[in-house]
């Protein structure tokens, strides 16, 4: 399919305007991302309807704790990433295209949606596990086909999505799960091959849009794992987005072409505590943590949702999204 989102050039050359990366694209060449391909002057969407995966999930897997809670939600995948992070947990399917991949399976959108809408408990659909945003045809697609029947639409996404994308997904998108890989430029630069700025001014977008935004820092050993990197990034959260923005900080492992040691327990629990002085709600991912698993009021700390696992069980009595201690309205779209 022909892509959306880009500017032919002289020669066959092509610029594609989808991320800030802004591609130029040689005839017989694809952009970073690896999915968008110049076809003698043609820019091809070589990943349109697409997937590598689809599954239902519970929502808290995305992860999104205060967006229908216990609820489930179909949720798709494909190949590719406009960003090569060193230890991408992913890099089996963001770190490729689609050639020689037979096990990608073609899915209409309508297909899609009824999945979605005959799922019992299911609220719509989730883009993610690679980088959804760079499959915008698809997408936006299926997005709407999913707004028509009143179902949700959720993105994953590592943010880095130029000003037009974002404006198209800000129509269709109800809530986003945004990477923040590092609070500094280096970093970015450095170990994903993007920058930081991009990323932040859409989160603000997001939020700005009324959008549900929950944030995800992956804590990696020795490259953003600084204290003082991490209060930053909490105290910037808190006066751009908020202080009742959610943020997972989550536990990484060695994967791809990283093998610093898995982040500590002991520096895990030790962030969520500093994060936990400025924000209201502070979780922990990918290790067991009880306490860093719940929602609690942010006023009179009673526990609002129990996690155990994806096991998930709502205080009855704060349904209406108000503490039925304290009265304090809790941020919980459902
Ligand atoms: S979406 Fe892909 S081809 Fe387009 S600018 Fe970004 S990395 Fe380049």
């Known amino acids: 399919m022909e892509a959306k989102y880009y500017q032919s050039l002289p020669d066959g050359k092509v610029r594609c305007t989808l991320c800030p990366h802004e591609c130029i694209i040689k005839p017989g060449k694809s952009g970073i991302c690896r999915i968008r391909h110049n076809s003698n ?12 995966a689809l599954h239902f999930d519970p929502v808290e897997k995305k ?16 190949v590719g990433c406009n960003l090569h992070c060193n230890w991408c ?6 770190q490729k295209g689609v050639e020689n991949d037979d096990k990608l399976t073609h899915m209409l959108p309508e297909t899609l949606v009824k999945m979605a809408r005959i799922q019992k408990n299911s609220i719509g659909i989730a883009y993610t596990y690679n980088e ?4 915008i045809e698809s997408v936006i697609e299926t997005a709407r086909l999913c707004k028509e029947n009143g179902l949700k639409n959720v993105m994953v996404t590592n943010g880095y999505i130029g000003e037009q994308a974002m404006t198209d997904y800000l129509e269709l998108i109800d809530a986003f799960n945004i ?28 939020k700005k849009a009324g959008k549900h935004v929950e944030l995800t820092y992956l804590v990696v050993t020795d490259i953003n794992d600084k204290l003082e990197q991490f209060i930053e990034l909490v105290n910037w959260i808190a006066n ?29 629990q030790l962030l969520a505590e500093k994060a ?28 609002l949702v129990t996690r155990k696992g994806y096991s998930v069980t709502i205080n009855d009595d704060c349904k209406s999204g108000i503490c039925p201690e304290c009265k304090t309205k809790i941020f919980i779209d459902d």
């Open 132 to 135: 959804p945003s760079i499959s």
């Open 63 to 78: 992860p999104l704790y205060h967006f229908y809670p216990g609820k489930e939600i179909l949720s798709l995948g494909s």
């Open 89 to 94: 947990q992913n890099y089996d399917i963001s």
């Open 240 to 268: 751009e987005t908020g202080k009742d923005t959610v943020l997972h900080i989550s536990r990484y492992f060695p994967r791809y072409k990283l093998d610093n040691a898995p982040t500590s327990a002991i520096k895990l």
């Open 276 to 303: 936990l002085e400025t924000l209201d709600f502070v979780y922990l991912g990918n290790i067991y943590s009880g306490e860093f698993s719940n929602t609690r009021c942010p006023t009179c700390k009673s526990t």
């Open 41 to 52: 002057g043609v820019l091809i969407a070589e990943s349109y309807q697409l997937y590598s």
């Open 179 to 206: 990477d923040v890989k590092a609070f500094r430029e280096d970093i970015y630069q450095k170990y994903t091959g993007s920058k930081l700025e991009h990323v932040l001014k859409n989160i603000i977008l997001a």
